[in-house]
């Protein structure tokens, strides 16, 4: 399946959204997938960080954040697996870390499976970079790499080619 990203539309997410939501993090995180109350909460608690990715109405994708003073964390971020590999994790990361700068936040954190390759390669470009291995992170024991980004004026300058008005 191929499409061009115009095709993609970015909005908040929605209560309507979470059956999608639970849907895809399964199907990415199988055993340490989140449950739907993990995503409740983060829409409760931090509603303009909590992004969906839609094709024709359907939800392919989302990311979701958590917000500490000036520290924000990626909790989860994950595109359904019929629909990777399009630019749809970029757009979300790009459209989260636009709305954490413009917000004030200076770093930001996320942890990844250290055999996730095209994960930490996005992040990598995105200004990311791995700071520890977290020993036993996941339920099966396996480890986590921390990823984090400083949040900086070349930062800014990279996002102001995002528009907040695509964001609905």
């Keep these: 399946m191929s499409y061009p990203l115009r095709d993609i539309q ?4 929605r209560l309507a959204d979470l ?3 639970v849907d895809i993090e399964s199907a990415a995180f ?10 409740l909460e983060l829409h409760q608690g931090f509603p303009d960080y909590f992004l969906v990715a839609k094709s024709s109405g359907s939800v392919v994708g989302y990311v979701a954040s958590f917000l500490d003073g000036s520290d924000a964390e990626i909790v989860s971020i994950a595109v ?21 700068t413009a917000f004030g ?14 994960a930490m390669r996005l ?7 791995c700071v520890r291995r977290i ?13 984090q980004n400083v949040l ?13 008005e695509t964001v609905v």
């Design 80 to 100: 359904d697996l019929k629909h990777r590999r399009h630019g749809i994790g970029r757009v979300l990361m790009m459209h989260t870390l636009a709305k954490l």
């Design 30 to 39: 199988r055993k340490d997938a989140y449950p739907a109350e993990v995503f």
């Design 105 to 118: 936040i200076q770093h930001v954190s996320l942890t990844v499976r250290p055999a996730n390759g095209p």
């Design 19 to 21: 059956k999608d939501i």
């Design 123 to 129: 992040y990598s470009t995105l200004g990311f970079r």
């Design 10 to 13: 970015i909005s908040r997410f």
């Design 152 to 164: 900086s004026g070349a930062t800014r300058a990279a996002d102001a080619s995002i528009s907040s």
């Design 135 to 147: 020993s036993q992170h996941y339920s099966h024991g396996s480890d986590a790499i921390e990823m």
